[in-house]
């Protein structure tokens, strides 16, 4: 028996000790990767980046193919950024699509303004930058929050909306299941969540990329899905003034997720908010929005049982209310993020929409 006992914990130890030589080894080739492509991607950025001076903030964003092409302005989710449309864009810019992805405030390259802005001036920004474009009407679309942002612009400018394509956001209000007899226990959870997370402040680049790797879903990924990844990341890692490194500084105090009492308060009571971006955020309700909806909208629905948005039921609703107008995509067993884990069958999916009798588009 004792023997047995050793040569279980004999083999445990071996266990431990080859986890910890395979974490080595992929933390290895993941700097040596980290590092080879920087220079791709500061060639990339070159080729691909822009900046406008908006009323608002010097805005950065990333522009591909023709500007005689129909226009597809994508928005980001919350703490990513422009790069989160790399490893599709290519397909759609062989749609025949001009295409621009924005980065909104405090996210990738875009600093944070020191006005108190709201979502709704992101939206004046991607009219700014259309204005100057001489572009009258474009695709509007967007990743959670950016889909927030894309019915944003449609409730502020509609006549130069073609079209939408919301990526679970932007087509159910955020809060739509809070209840006034969680908000004891959501206080509750809130201040233990906060009392445990740790600051995000890294010692060099890698570290961070590091952290983003382990904590962020990225680790598993390969190809062009990773180098999406290390992409996005190059865009969010930030030196600070102490010589540190910082995974989109300043970006949780603008969307109202710094803290537990104003997490509390964009969700409960918005009004009191310090932050007016993370606010009108959960104030957008795109059952008032779409009342009188007369535009083309593809919605991508990811429905799974870790489901962070279970908007299937509102979806479902607002369909029905507007079946000449909706195509509701359903993607089953999918976490929130629908082109990450189905890049090739959303771009089928965005092609079907877009020369579908309903937009009547010619490419």
Known sequence: MKKNIIL???????????????????????????????PEF?????QHGNYI?????????????????????WIHGTYSNGYELYEIVDQLVKMNLHVIAIDYYGHGFTPISQKNLSIYNVADDIKFLLDKMKIKKAIIGGWSRGGTISSAFYNAYPEMVQALILEDGGSVAWDFQAKPANIEKDIEEMKQYYSTK????????????WFMYNNWGIKGKKNEK??????????????????????????EGLTGENSGEENIAIIYTP???????????????PKIIYRNLDKPLLIFDPVSKNDWFDFKEENDKLTDEHK?????????NTWHGVKDEHPDEVVNDIKAFLNSELIKMKY
Request: hydrophobic share 35%; proline share 3%.
């Open 53 to 73: 001076q908006t009323n608002n903030v010097r805005m950065h964003y990333l522009e591909w193919g023709n500007k005689k092409n129909p226009t597809l302005v």
């Open 226 to 251: 990773l180098k999406k990844e290390i992409f996005t990341s190059y865009a969010r890692i930030k030196k600070n003034a102490n010589g540190k490194y910082e995974i989109n500084p300043g970006a």
């Open 324 to 332: 000449p107008f909706i195509v509701h995509k359903v993607y089953e």
């Open 42 to 46: 500061e060639e990339y950025e070159k």
């Open 271 to 285: 009004f009191t908010s310090k932050t007016a971006f993370g606010a009108s955020t959960h104030q957008l309700n």
């Open 198 to 209: 740790k600051t995000m402040v890294f010692d060099n680049e890698f570290d961070s990329y």
């Open 8 to 38: 279980f914990l004999s083999f445990v130890v071996y266990l431990s000790a080859q986890a910890q030589t395979n974490a080595s080894v992929d933390s290895i080739a993941q700097r040596n990767l980290f590092q080879n492509l920087k």
